[in-house]
């Protein structure tokens, strides 16, 4: 195995606390292959060249794509980078998401992008805007290094990321996305989604679409019965930037009897919360980041971090049950 002269090191150790917890971690460079596994539940493991596949025992929680994909068909513009899919239900065999949908073919299961991405090309020149979300000017690719932390508890996935003008090849933005999965529990899953986001050389500002499409996002696989709920109630129709603190979206996927779904929760300490979203009945469920403000100014060493809390779940939303779930994630 060869790897990066930097990140020259695929190390993996398990350790024993005074608890009895088993504990591995592994420090991985681009082309390592050493799954990171506990004696217990959790483990992440390179699959192929492309993919990180995060796992609950024997049952898939999701993949993390690593590698530029591209679908057959496809022209090579919608090649991409740096997001999640599929996301399975809690069966470990139904996929909750999609990717490249023909209807919109930049959409990419479990992502995080933003239709405005402006900045400077150098320190003398007006600002210029790229499109990140479909992929127009902008990509997000693999920075060569990720981290993975697994226990009988708990798994911790850390990829560090940028986001690169097509024109110059320069890095505009350092991403680092961090997520960390939770054991299955009564009919639902918890996974905590952290982004942080660094100007590398001047300010860049993001912004969302005029509908609120850009941030964090699922783009839902093909199902039937669907049902979209907020914090405020059943949603009866598509919205546009209407603030609430939670969102979910369920339904029947892959012919299945039984319903299957995501809750999105924002966390109080994003800015602006609780932020507008983005909610589809052909399926996408998005908290879009902003959709406040006519968008956001990153500054040199002043990163933006924003979090939220999954639930894959099984079933409908209990709206009790959610608010009490948002107040603990809140606390």
Known sequence: MVCSAVWFSSVMRSIWHSTGVALAVIALGALASVPARAAGAFSIERTGKDYLLVSEGRTPVFRYVLGEILAPGMP???????????????????????????????????????????????????????????????????????????????????????????????????????????????????????????????????????????GLGVRFADRTDTALFSADGAVVKDENKISHTWADLSGRFAGKDTLDGVSILQSRRNPYFPDGWCLRYYGYLSPSFTNKTAGYTILPDEPLTLRYRLYVHTGRPDSRLTRTLLEQYNH
């Open 76 to 214: 090579e513009d919608r090649r991409r980078s740096s997001y999640v899919h599929p996301l399975y239900a809690l069966d470990g065999v139904t996929e909750l998401t999609a990717d490249f949908p023909v209807d919109h073919p930049h959409h990419r299961g479990l992502s995080w992008m933003w239709q405005q991405v402006s900045f400077a090309e150098s320190p003398s020149s007006p600002p210029v805007t790229k499109d990140l979300w479909t992929l127009k000017g902008m990509h997000q690719k693999f920075s060569g290094r990720y981290s993975a932390q697994v226990t009988d508890r708990v798994a911790t996935l850390s990829v560090h990321n940028g986001w690169f003008d097509d024109a110059s090849g320069k890095k505009i933005v350092d991403e680092d996305v961090k997520f960390t999965v939770y054991r299955a529990m009564q009919a639902r899953r918890a996974i905590d989604f952290e982004l942080t986001l660094s100007a590398v050389d001047g300010p860049v500002t993001i912004a969302t679409s005029q509908t609120g499409y850009s």
